[in-house]
């Protein structure tokens, strides 16, 4: 969400003689339409203690999430003597608002809520950049959760009579799996649902992939594993034309980053590109210089949208990558402050300087982000573990730097790989999308994403120090 509002609803129904006490005369209770936890609580949460020492009353905070807000605006909206904080929530609000048009007209404008970064130090004013993101309008989507689904789907190509797998776990989200067959109905297609134990793994791979083969897309709302990601298994399953989309982000995310245009345009357009390229070079101004060959590997391209047979996809932004070949990288590559070590989910807090040699990772030094990162890539019992597994960059313009931070798990990793104009480098698995390091029990396949550092394919500078150079990746 890259700006939210705080709704405010002040419950002052005391009878007429008590408009001449103080005001206010009893506790406040400022409604909060996203879930506890997130950007907009913490917020909520500063503002309300400032108003109850300001004002002399309790602020009690009422988190009412769903429906991208539209469930605690009604609440704002039916209560009573009603401000808000801020005058543009009306105007997006109001046509989903369970009340009348007289109703609303009592609500009034407060004062401006807070808006969420962008990214860690990146200016929030246009005109401060120096570097132009070109943005397409994001159509309007459906307010319930089944019509958003259904519009994600329509985009993957389902048509009446196809069939539609909803693979599911114990910590599956129920309303997404209701939200897939919600979707498919709408669509005229056949839906059906996989559910597997957690402890579920790829020893069990071929009876899942034996279940799932037929179905024209299977949607992946599996909270444990990514389905058989990097497995043998899920490759027989990708050649039988089935494709995968999967699906991990909260509601607000799948909204936020929702699949458009543009976001397609950019990743096929950096996926030609780099697909033209023999050789990768990365650097930085902390130290980085490496070198990896591409040959004739594949690029994948994620936008979000899986619609082609065989594809697997992801709904939750937009980024590309290919692999290296094998034995080819050599260089250094330094981790700097401020970027993300994924499976760790840890912004760097210091350098970590990593030695490629022949394909593998010989040292790595630094202080408590080397330790936690080399203790990692041991446990992984896999010697390939240490070798670079994809490197590639972010497209999405909306994915927020500072999501893993103030938002978490699911969100922040999905949103820190689709940073727009990062570069990530993972070390480990790659079967499946055109290496060799295939899975070996424990996941052992880690991302590491930069936020500064400069994208080179052959001769051409792609990326430099996070902005993207060619005019058709902006």
Same mark, same amino acid.
Request: proline letters at 5%.
């Given at each position: 969400?890259?700006?939210?509002?705080?709704? @405010?609803?002040? +419950?002052? /129904?005391?009878?007429?003689? =008590?408009?001449?006490?103080?005001?206010?005369?009893?506790?406040?209770?400022?409604? @909060?339409?996203?879930?506890?936890?997130?950007?907009?609580?913490?917020?909520?949460?500063?503002?309300?203690?400032?108003?109850?020492?300001?004002?002399?009353?309790?602020?009690?905070?009422?988190?009412?999430?769903?429906?991208?807000?539209?469930?605690?605006?009604?609440?704002?909206?039916?209560?009573?003597?009603?401000?808000?904080?801020?005058?543009? $929530?009306?105007?997006?609000?109001?046509? /989903?608002?369970?009340?009348?048009?007289? &109703?609303?007209?009592? @609500?009034?404008?407060?004062?401006?809520?807070?808006?969420?970064?962008?990214?860690?130090?990146?200016?929030?004013?246009?005109? $401060?950049?120096?570097?132009?993101?070109?943005?397409?309008?994001?159509?309007?989507?459906?307010?319930?959760?089944?019509?958003? /689904?259904? $519009?994600?789907?329509?985009?993957?190509?389902?048509?009446?009579?196809?069939?539609?797998?909803?693979?599911?776990?114990?910590?599956?989200?129920?309303?997404?799996?209701?939200?897939?067959?919600?979707?498919?109905?709408?669509?005229?297609? !056949?839906?059906?649902?996989?559910?597997?134990?957690?402890?579920?793994?790829?020893?069990? =791979? !071929?009876?899942?992939? $034996?279940?799932?083969?037929?179905?024209?897309?299977?949607?992946?709302? =599996?909270?444990?594993?990514?389905?058989?990601?990097?497995?043998?298994?899920?490759?027989?399953?990708?050649?039988?034309?089935?494709?995968?989309?999967?699906?991990?982000? &909260?509601?607000?995310?799948?909204?936020?980053?929702?699949?458009?245009?543009?976001?397609?345009?950019?990743?096929?357009?950096?996926?030609?590109?780099?697909?033209?390229?023999? =050789?990768?070079?990365?650097?930085?101004?902390?130290?980085?210089?490496?070198?990896?060959?591409?040959?004739?590997?594949?690029?994948?391209?994620?936008?979000?949208?899986? !619609?082609?047979?065989?594809?697997? !996809?992801?709904?939750?932004?937009?980024?590309?990558?290919?692999?290296?070949?094998?034995?080819?990288?050599?260089?250094?590559?330094?981790?700097?402050?401020?970027?993300?070590?994924?499976?760790?989910?840890?912004?760097?807090?210091?350098?970590?300087?990593? &030695?490629?040699?022949?394909?593998?990772?010989?040292?790595?030094?630094?202080?408590?982000?080397?330790?936690?990162?080399?203790?990692?890539?041991? &446990?992984?019992?896999?010697?390939?573990?240490?070798?670079?597994?994809?490197?590639?960059?972010?497209?999405?313009?909306?994915?927020?730097?500072?999501? +893993?931070?103030?938002?978490?798990?699911?969100?922040?990793?999905?949103?820190?790989?689709?940073?727009?104009?990062?570069?990530?480098?993972?070390?480990?698995?790659?079967?499946?999308?055109?290496?060799?390091?295939?899975?070996?029990? @424990?996941?052992?396949?880690?991302?590491?994403?930069?936020?500064?550092?400069?994208?080179?394919?052959?001769?051409?500078?792609?990326?430099?120090?996070?902005?993207?150079?060619?005019?058709?990746?902006?």
């Amino acid at each position: 969400m890259s700006a939210f509002r705080l709704l @405010v609803v002040f +419950l002052l /129904f005391a009878p007429a003689v =008590a408009l001449a006490q103080a005001f206010p005369a009893k506790p406040i209770r400022m409604v @909060v339409p996203y879930a506890a936890g997130g950007s907009a609580d913490t917020v909520a949460r500063a503002v309300g203690n400032r108003l109850s020492e300001a004002l002399g009353q309790p602020v009690i905070i009422d988190n009412r999430g769903g429906a991208s807000g539209i469930i605690g605006s009604d609440i704002v909206v039916v209560v009573g003597p009603t401000f808000r904080l801020t005058p543009a $929530e009306e105007e997006r609000l109001v046509p /989903f608002l369970q009340c009348s048009a007289q &109703t609303i007209s009592h @609500v009034w404008p407060l004062a401006a809520g807070s808006r969420e970064p962008s990214g860690l130090g990146r200016p929030e004013r246009q005109e $401060e950049v120096d570097h132009v993101v070109q943005t397409a309008p994001v159509p309007s989507l459906p307010v319930d959760l089944g019509g958003l /689904f259904r $519009e994600e789907l329509r985009l993957c190509g389902i048509r009446p009579g196809d069939t539609v797998f909803a693979y599911t776990d114990g910590r599956t989200n129920p309303q997404y799996a209701a939200a897939v067959f919600s979707a498919a109905s709408d669509l005229g297609a !056949d839906a059906m649902q996989l559910t597997v134990p957690l402890n579920w793994n790829d020893t069990k =791979a !071929d009876r899942v992939i $034996e279940r799932l083969r037929g179905a024209d897309l299977v949607v992946d709302l =599996a909270g444990n594993p990514v389905l058989f990601l990097y497995s043998a298994a899920l490759t027989r399953l990708l050649e039988t034309g089935t494709r995968v989309l999967k699906v991990l982000g &909260t509601e607000a995310m799948l909204r936020r980053v929702f699949p458009t245009s543009e976001t397609r345009r950019r990743a096929d357009a950096g996926a030609k590109l780099l697909a033209a390229g023999k =050789a990768i070079r990365v650097t930085s101004d902390a130290g980085t210089d490496l070198w990896m060959d591409k040959g004739d590997h594949r690029v994948v391209a994620q936008d979000g949208i899986a !619609d082609q047979p065989g594809a697997w !996809d992801n709904w939750a932004g937009a980024f590309l990558y290919t692999t290296p070949v094998y034995g080819s990288a050599r260089g250094t590559f330094v981790i700097d402050r401020g970027d993300v070590i994924l499976s760790l989910n840890r912004y760097a807090q210091d350098p970590v300087r990593i &030695t490629v040699e022949e394909g593998r990772i010989t040292t790595v030094e630094g202080g408590l982000d080397a330790v936690l990162l080399e203790e990692w890539l041991a &446990t992984r019992n896999d010697s390939d573990a240490y070798c670079p597994a994809h490197i590639g960059w972010g497209c999405d313009h909306r994915a927020a730097w500072s999501s +893993l931070s103030a938002n978490g798990v699911p969100d922040g990793p999905m949103d820190i790989r689709a940073a727009y104009g990062n570069t990530q480098i993972a070390f480990g698995a790659n079967y499946g999308i055109g290496g060799q390091n295939q899975l070996r029990g @424990v996941l052992s396949h880690i991302d590491i994403v930069c936020r500064a550092a400069s994208f080179f394919v052959d001769d051409l500078v792609v990326v430099d120090h996070g902005k993207f150079i060619p005019e058709e990746l902006r």
